[in-house]
């Protein structure tokens, strides 16, 4: 796949602001008790996983060690194998240590979303269906996280409640009907995308018929589902509305989503129920 590019490196350098403020405090009691000398490490993967969070590795190293060398073996957003040794290291052995479990937790956090939104990307490989991640991010780390989903593959949705407009029940409700709500936000926000979720066929029609830029079918049956995408493809094709599917989603359903024919699938669980990949940092030389 091609280099997905990382935020800009004031947001990373934030991220990492943050992380080693919160773990080194008033100074690293523990790395003291090691002699301040240079020293090699490396970063070893305990299991397959698909590589993601240098950016934010090398800044932890590089803010408490400006001159540290680190010589990456595999490339962003690589998948690798248990055992793979990631990157070496040469510094000052302080340093190494006090910035270890903040690289860490970047690299483990970001891999494991990133490996994740992977797996969901092989399951609907060969159908037009796109993983779309949500906000449900950690706190802190949305720009992070949604830039590890990039990297397994998947496609961003709206990044927060600036960038795009969403109309739900609530909206809906408000206003008194789906082509009411669409009106209203279109008027007010006519430059920002605009996408409306509906809950039942009805509701469908209406919103195909005001317009909008992605109408979200939110927890369909099978067959509803299918007749959405029936009727949304009675539309020409340079007017036809992407259909987003959200709730109820697993790798147990993906797959028959995905072969209904819907456009989008966006998925909580990538950046939500993360489990982090098993890295660790060890001085000295790699194993042979």
């Not at 091609?2 to 990492?16: F, H, N």
């Not at 995408?229 to 790798?251: Q, T």
Request: glycine share 6%; net charge neutral.
């Amino acid at each position: 796949m091609s280099a997905v590019a990382p935020p800009p490196a004031e947001v990373v350098a934030q991220d990492v602001a943050l992380a080693l403020a919160e773990d080194l405090g008033s100074g690293d009691v523990t790395s003291a008790l090691l002699p301040d000398i240079a020293d090699d490490a490396y970063l070893l993967c305990k299991e397959d996983a698909v590589v993601c969070g240098r950016p934010w590795f090398d800044a932890c190293h590089r803010a408490l060690d400006p001159q540290v060398r680190i010589d990456w073996r595999v490339t962003e957003g690589e998948r690798v194998k248990p055992g793979t040794v990631l990157a070496t290291l040469h510094g000052r052995a302080r340093a190494l240590v006090s910035a270890e479990r903040a690289s860490l937790n970047f690299m483990q956090t970001l891999s494991a979303t990133a490996t994740t939104t992977a797996a969901y990307v092989a399951a609907v490989r060969g159908t037009a269906a796109k993983i779309l991640d949500t906000r449900k991010t950690l706190p802190g780390l949305r720009q992070a996280q949604k830039y590890a989903v990039r990297v397994g593959g998947g496609v961003n949705h709206r990044m927060g409640l600036f960038d795009a407009v969403m109309l739900k029940e609530n909206h809906v409700r408000a206003a008194g009907s789906i082509a009411a709500a669409i009106r209203a936000a279109r008027a007010m926000h006519p430059s920002l995308p605009l996408i409306v979720e509906v809950e039942s066929i009805q509701q469908l029609r209406q919103a195909l018929q005001e317009g909008c830029d992605r109408i979200l079918i939110d927890d369909f049956d099978a067959a509803m589902r299918r007749e959405a995408v029936r009727i949304a493809h009675e539309l020409p094709v340079d007017r036809r509305i992407p259909l987003e599917v959200s709730g109820g989603v697993d790798m147990q359903t993906l797959r028959a989503i995905a072969e209904d024919g819907v456009d989008c699938i966006s998925i909580g669980g990538l950046t939500k129920h993360v489990r982090a990949i098993d890295l660790s940092l060890k001085l000295g030389p790699p194993p042979a």
